[in-house]
């Protein structure tokens, strides 16, 4: 299946790999080598995915499940371990939509929106967490959105989800360092049955859900990144990041939510932003701050 084989004997499972850009994954990565576990509900499209597969020579098994089913991924890895011996890469990809503005959303939707994309993915992780840390090899992708980490109208159920797995990614990212694994998230812009009612026709025609897929390769390889979010369509890529701003030193007193306000285009100021390392920067540099301003103050007196 191609002659670039970076990612020859892996073994990954794809979460909503039937259709769409799971499908588009499963295609790529087995392409460059992988084995793969077509997991979706729909047993004719993972048993057609993977038959595509095998018949370009290729190595997949389909599996039918939901992944807020923890009895039912744990059969899944069980299965994908006795047949290739080892996970080595994880695609986080299932998901679905239930679009309305928040004063519309029944909270149902809501919750079942972040059951499937938040807990859905942290099900699918923890279930090869284990394996990973004692072959100390891990590659987990996160899939995220813009709609997450940037926001959009009828999405509040859906965003609120996708910047959580960020959340997730980054904390499981620092955890996962000593085992050698990496875990990254992808943001995707495309052409698919959740996107055909957001974006306009002339859009949609750009962005083939096969050009995100170059970015996966590179998420899930050896020499991958770690706590990157990777932003793709129509065959562009970016990175985003959660940054920190330089920020004032206000401090304590009466008069400090006026200072707060006097100050706000200098606490906003992005020309000396960050992208911290972990979270506790922020705590790190505030405490340093009073430290600094306390010492100015005795000093001055």
Request: hydrophobic letters at 45%; charged letters at 20%.
């Amino acid at each position: 299946m191609g002659e670039n084989r970076a990612l020859e004997g892996r073994v990954a499972i794809i979460t909503g790999a039937g259709s769409g850009l799971g499908r588009c994954h499963a295609l790529e990565l087995a392409r460059h080598g992988a084995r793969i576990v077509v997991n979706d509900l729909d047993e004719g499209a993972a048993g057609t995915v993977a038959q595509t597969i095998r018949e370009n020579g290729g190595e997949a098994i389909a599996a039918v499940c939901s992944v807020t089913d923890e009895a039912a991924v744990a059969r899944m890895v069980e299965r994908a371990t006795d047949a290739w011996g080892r996970i080595e890469i994880l695609v986080n990809n299932a998901g679905i939509l239930r679009d309305k503005s928040f004063a519309k959303m029944d909270m149902a939707d809501f919750r079942l929106v972040l059951d499937v994309h938040l807990m859905g993915a942290a099900i699918c992780t923890k279930a090869v967490w284990g394996q990973m840390r004692a072959q100390e090899y891990g590659r987990i992708v996160m899939t995220t959105s813009s709609s997450g980490l940037y926001g959009n109208f009828g999405q509040a159920n859906y965003g609120a989800a996708k910047m959580a797995l960020v959340g997730l990614m980054q904390t499981l990212a620092i955890e996962g360092a000593k085992y050698d694994i990496r875990v990254n998230a992808l943001a995707p812009t495309a052409a698919t049955q959740m996107t055909g009612g957001v974006l306009a026709e002339e859009a949609l025609a750009e962005l083939d859900p096969a050009l995100v897929s170059p970015g996966v390769v590179q998420l899930v390889g050896e020499d991958a990144p770690t706590r990157a979010i990777l932003c793709a369509g129509a065959g562009h890529f970016a990175a985003a990041n959660v940054t920190l701003t330089d920020g004032v030193q206000i401090g304590g007193g009466q008069d400090a939510a006026a200072e707060v306000a006097r100050h706000w285009s200098a606490i906003v100021d992005r020309s000396g932003e960050i992208v911290p390392e972990y979270g506790f920067t922020q705590a790190e540099r505030e405490v340093a701050a009073a430290k600094r301003e306390q010492e100015q103050m005795a000093a001055a007196t």
